[in-house]
């Protein structure tokens, strides 16, 4: 069989090529353009005739991404490749776990559907499952989590003295309390009530007497930002200097990280999805897990 080959989608060629480099395999090109109706060309610049193959595509923005993703996978089997893997190192779709109204959509399993059956496997870094137990609940090939508390840890260790670990609800607590576990530091939580997308209200009732110590908010996603910026207003609102915040995965929607900036926090994330404020490498833990995959 063919030494294996990575491909990344547009926009993935850094984590693609960081990749490749840690496990010393081959990185092969896509031509992907639009056509003047819109409709997509496609074209690999490389062999795939028994090769197996890994496409690299983190799946922030995922509506622009899926479909061009599905048609590389199914071209991709057509051309002769072994088996076709993803690297979705921030997954999509996990947020509507379940239908909360009559008549809604299970987005999750419908997306678990489609890459199921377009890839033969995956890896991905801490997927948001607060309701599965597992991502193999809903997705039917072998999957690999990366989890970046440990990674995490670190960063807060080398770079915040005398932390205090702040989770933004009680579902966080089990994740919030590994990070704090792993850089030696205390931890809380805070009580969140979500009336909607955009509506969010936080008590930081629970919240100890900071001392001299540094607040940090973690979470796995920073997306409006808005539980960040209300518990930033209510530590400020106590004498305290704005927390450190750090997520895993910044999908920063409209103006969320310069709001953050604004208000005197300083913003880290992992850099699942590229953006300024990736500080935090996964990349050797992605690829460590692809690994194991392809052998």
């Excluded at 294996?4 to 989608?9: D, Q, R, T, V, W």
């Excluded at 960081?18 to 990185?27: D, K, N, P, V």
């Excluded at 809903?138 to 670190?154: D, G, K, N, Q």
């Excluded at 750090?246 to 005197?264: M, N, P, Q, S």
Aim: proline share 6%.
């Amino acid at each position: 069989m063919t030494a294996p080959l990575f491909i990344p989608m547009p926009g993935n060629e850094a984590a693609a090529r960081a990749l490749a480099t840690t496990l010393g395999i081959a990185l092969g090109q896509l031509e992907l353009r639009a056509f003047p109706d819109g409709e997509t060309y496609m074209r690999f610049d490389s062999d795939l005739l028994g090769r197996s193959l890994a496409i690299v595509c983190t799946l922030d923005r995922p509506n622009d991404k899926i479909l061009p993703l599905l048609f590389a996978a199914a071209a991709a089997k057509d051309l002769s490749a072994t088996k076709v893997g993803l690297v979705a190192p921030y997954l999509a779709y996990m947020r509507q776990d379940r239908r909360f109204k009559p008549g809604e959509a299970v987005t999750s399993r419908e997306m678990a559907q489609l890459l199921s059956d377009a890839f033969d496997w995956m890896v991905t870094v801490d997927p948001h499952l607060h309701r599965y137990s597992s991502l193999s609940e809903i997705y039917r090939i072998p999957t690999r989590v990366v989890h970046a508390a440990s990674l995490m840890a670190e960063w807060i260790k080398a770079n915040v003295p005398k932390a205090l670990i702040i989770g933004p609800d009680s579902e966080s607590e089990q994740w919030v309390s590994l990070v704090a576990k792993d850089a030696g530091v205390p931890y809380t939580v805070l009580e969140k009530v979500r009336r909607g997308d955009r509506d969010v209200e936080i008590s930081i009732s629970k919240l100890v007497d900071l001392g001299d110590r540094t607040p940090v908010f973690v979470d796995d996603i920073i997306s409006t930002g808005r539980t960040m910026r209300e518990a930033i207003r209510q530590i400020k609102a106590r004498g305290h200097a704005a927390p450190v915040c750090v997520a895993v995965h910044g999908l920063f929607t409209a103006d969320a990280y310069e709001a953050l900036i604004r208000d005197g926090a300083r913003v880290v994330t992992c850099n699942t999805v590229p953006h300024p404020s990736n500080a935090i490498d996964v990349q050797c833990a992605v690829g460590a897990a692809v690994r194991r995959l392809l052998s």
